[in-house]
């Protein structure tokens, strides 16, 4: 009678024992996460966030230099078409390419001139700065120029005629004084032709056509 009570005892102690086992890897699967984890771990785990924290900021940061510079590059390129197309746009108007505006001098020749005089007064104003020239609305350019005897002048085949009028771009004080200084142009024609009268006067602004002579080269091409 007495082993049957210690049996039943036994195995009721050992049927407590299991369910404390069972209840215990339980509540062990359940923490398996963040609460299962020592200090040094999760210690550990909050560094590891926090730096790749820090490398994510980092690469916003990078990718955000990287939109910038690709924006200011951008923008350098407009500002550089900008400037090439500003620069070209000179070149042909110094080429006589394009018609062109601004400051400089108006001159009249009332009275008759020949060839050799009036690209005389065209010379002097090339080399006083002259930035571009028109004779009686023809474009002067490299292969453009007033020739034949007095009366009978003419400029790429057109007839001039009088008065003849010469508009120039440039300073107006240095075109005019280079004109009319003492012993220059104006006073080598005056004694030469007293009956043609030069007269020069400075304009805000003066209006001058391109030209429609073709300024490609013919047989030569360009060396690179």
């Not at 390129?77 to 400051?103: E, M």
Request: proline share 5%; charged share 20%.
């Amino acid at each position: 009678m007495r082993r049957g009570r210690g049996r039943m005892t036994v195995g009721l102690v050992l049927l407590l024992l299991g369910f404390l086992v069972v209840v215990q890897l339980r509540s062990q699967a359940t923490n398996d996460g963040l609460n299962s984890l020592s200090v040094q771990e999760l210690g550990e785990l909050v560094a590891n966030v926090t730096t790749r924290n820090n490398q994510l900021r980092d690469e916003i940061a990078q990718l955000q230099r990287q939109r910038q510079d690709i924006g200011t590059a951008v923008d350098r390129g407009g500002t550089s078409a900008t400037q090439i197309r500003t620069d070209l746009n000179r070149v042909l108007g110094w080429s006589g390419a394009l018609g062109v505006t601004g400051q400089g001098v108006r001159i009249t020749v009332d009275g008759q001139l020949p060839g050799e005089a009036v690209e005389l007064l065209l010379n002097e104003l090339r080399n006083a700065g002259a930035e571009a020239i028109s004779i009686d609305g023809v474009r002067s350019v490299p292969g453009v120029v007033v020739s034949g005897p007095v009366g009978s002048l003419v400029i790429s085949g057109v007839p001039l005629a009088e008065p003849l009028e010469m508009l120039v771009i440039g300073q107006p004080d240095t075109l005019a004084g280079s004109l009319t200084r003492v012993g220059g142009p104006i006073a080598q024609l005056a004694a030469r032709y007293p009956a043609a009268v030069v007269a020069v006067t400075a304009a805000d602004r003066v209006d001058i056509p391109a030209t429609d002579r073709t300024l490609g080269p013919v047989l030569g091409k360009p060396r690179l």
